[in-house]
């Protein structure tokens, strides 16, 4: 199976400053890529797919990309309701895998 | 709209079955494969395998290759997770979400509520 490496695994950081989620794969993926926002107790969230589409109703602060085995998500200010855990996840084929998650917290 | 409701909270023994539901509505049910995934308390989301709705077809993770099985009823919309030979650190929530895209290959834009599953020993 693909495995999906996210770092960091926390990351504390301000309101309005921009950060960025890196997700690298053990092989190449193409851009079968989507990224997820989980809140506690919330189910998780499709932000961003294929790399750099962002879903339907995601704030344009959000965007993706990379290709490959290397990818980033970038929030470019970050708002309240941003803090939350960040995962991706691999859709290269039919076997899917996630990523152990990015806690985002409050500096 | 689109919704997946899924089956309620189970509490098993080690060594039993669960059974685990997911009714979705809003959408043509056989275009589009549903996945299951669960997360244990604390921790974060693990992919446990898919189901076509649309043949049954199933690709399954590794780790649960032998002790789950996953199948469809087209009549009723309803796609089923199966886990055999439970354990303690079974007990998480487990998801249905469905696919974005028909054909599979496709990350999940509608999610379950979420079952949990308690596995006590």
């Known amino acids: 199976d693909i495995q999906m490496t996210q770092s960091p695994s926390t990351l504390s950081a301000s309101l309005g400053d921009r950060v960025t989620i890196t997700c690298r794969a053990s092989?190449?993926?193409?851009?079968?890529l989507a990224w997820y926002q989980q809140k506690p107790g919330e189910t998780p969230k499709l932000l961003i797919y294929?790399?750099?589409s962002l879903e339907s109703g995601v704030p344009s602060r959000f965007s993706g990309s990379g290709s490959g085995t290397e990818f980033t998500l970038t929030i470019s200010s970050l708002q309240p309701d941003d803090f939350a855990t960040y995962y991706c996840?691999?859709?290269?084929?039919?076997?899917?895998?996630f990523g152990q998650g990015t806690k985002l917290e409050i500096k | 709209q689109v919704q997946l409701v899924q089956s309620g909270a189970e509490v098993k023994q080690a060594g039993a079955s669960v059974k685990v539901s997911c009714k979705a509505s809003g959408y043509t049910f056989v275009n589009h494969g549903i996945s299951w995934a669960r997360q244990a308390p604390g921790q974060g989301l693990e992919w446990m395998g898919r189901v076509s709705a649309y043949n049954g077809n199933t690709n399954y993770a590794q780790t649960f290759q032998g002790r789950v099985t996953m199948t469809t009823d087209t009549a009723t919309s309803t796609v089923y997770m199966e886990l055999r030979s439970l354990r303690s650190d079974d007990t998480a929530v487990y998801y249905c979400?469905?696919?974005?895209?028909?054909?599979?290959?496709?990350?999940?834009?509608?999610w379950g509520q979420g079952t949990p599953v308690t596995v006590s020993s």
């Open positions: 996840q691999q859709y290269n084929t039919n076997l899917y895998t």
């Open positions: 092989q190449s993926i193409s851009s079968w």
């Open positions: 979400a469905k696919e974005k895209y028909t054909g599979g290959q496709a990350p999940f834009d509608y």
């Open positions: 294929k790399a750099s």
